[in-house]
């Protein structure tokens, strides 16, 4: 079978695990090149490498080049089984992205399948643990996605430590999604959890994120006693329709204080653009939605990870995308 040919350039490890994902779903072969290649460190990292290794595990397959630091990989797919499974990252690298790598391929499988991952939950650079259970899956169920995760232990950046269990439902074919409106505001939720930190980090940054945006259901909540220590903002917004959840994260010289805000002011922002989907959540539905066939929905202007994602989908299945700009600057994705 002819291999399909991907340049990494320009894109980062979203394009492997889409690549990875749809070789595993189809069948077809891919090789990329250049991979992270304008990252400041290029080629694969070691949560990379974990989510190579998996694919190979779970879908009997081979991958040419897969050690760290390689910018050039080669993967076939074989024939992905359902099963009990166990992978650790070794680093703070995201549990959640690792999550979304695999989920596409064991959907497909024959049957049910369960996850341990270990490394990050919580990392300023992926969707945190909650965004995953509250958000994606959620939208995931519309199109007849079954999976569930939950959350053994949080694993804050850079130390990591953190463990997710999740189990899946094989499923026969996806269907398509459409949403355009989110509806009404039925509840806004605000938590700050926080490991190994005192307590009034925690405290000015839920003060902070209340002051910029308000809501009747806001707490604090300390983690239990684990590795590293961490602090986080999760400001989730229930809709009739949909939900969306933001987050921000704790930093070295970052103050407490502007942590909350940019967690509330990113829900704020969604909540004004009258669009039914976020953007983290839009990356992440573009995969299920080609594998549907058919789907749409309404979401903020777009990052980069859009169209790149897109490229690579349009590679693997017959399908297209297009991006219309609707009313007060939404954008309307679509695919057929």
Do not use: W
């Not at 991979?35 to 081979?62: D, F, W, Y």
């Not at 804050?156 to 999604?177: D, N, R, S, W």
């Not at 987050?247 to 669009?275: H, L, M, P, Y």
């Amino acid at each position: 079978m002819k291999l399909i040919q991907l340049d990494g350039t320009d894109g980062g490890g979203q394009m492997l695990r889409t690549a990875l994902s749809l070789a595993m779903v189809t069948g077809q072969p891919f090789r990329m090149t250049s991979i992270r290649g304008k990252r400041p460190k290029p080629g694969l990292m070691r949560q990379h490498l974990t989510c190579v290794k998996a694919a190979c595990e779970i879908s009997n397959g081979t991958a040419d080049g897969a050690e760290i630091g390689s910018t050039e990989l080669v993967f076939r797919a074989g024939k992905t089984c359902g099963g009990d499974y166990r992978f650790s990252i070794g680093t703070a690298g995201s549990t959640s992205l690792l999550f979304q790598t695999l989920l596409p391929a064991l959907l497909h499988a024959g049957g049910a399948s369960t996850l341990r991952l270990e490394g990050g939950t919580h990392n300023p650079l992926a969707p945190p643990f909650e965004f995953i259970d509250r958000v994606f899956l959620p939208a995931l169920g519309k199109m007849g996605g079954r999976a569930t995760v939950s959350l053994v232990q949080s694993g804050f950046a850079p130390v990591g430590g953190g463990i997710i269990e999740a189990t899946i439902q094989p499923c026969e074919k996806l269907a398509a999604f459409h949403l355009h409106e989110p509806g009404e505001v039925k509840s806004l939720v605000l938590r700050v959890p926080s490991r190994n930190l005192p307590i009034h980090i925690a405290g000015r940054i839920l003060d902070s994120a209340l002051a910029q945006y308000p809501c009747d259901d806001a707490s604090v909540e300390i983690r239990e006693p684990g590795p590293g220590r961490g602090v986080c903002c999760l400001y989730e917004a229930v809709f009739e329709h949909t939900s969306e959840l933001t987050s921000a994260f704790g930093e070295t010289n970052v103050t407490a204080e502007r942590v909350g805000r940019r967690a509330a002011k990113t829900i704020q922002d969604f909540i004004g653009s009258g669009a039914a989907v976020g953007r983290c959540l839009a990356d992440q539905l573009l995969l299920p939605m080609a594998l549907a066939g058919e789907g749409s929905f309404t979401t903020m202007a777009p990052d980069d990870h859009i169209p790149t994602n897109i490229s690579v989908i349009e590679k693997f299945l017959p399908v297209r995308f297009s991006i219309e700009t609707a009313d007060r600057g939404k954008r309307v994705i679509s695919v057929r």
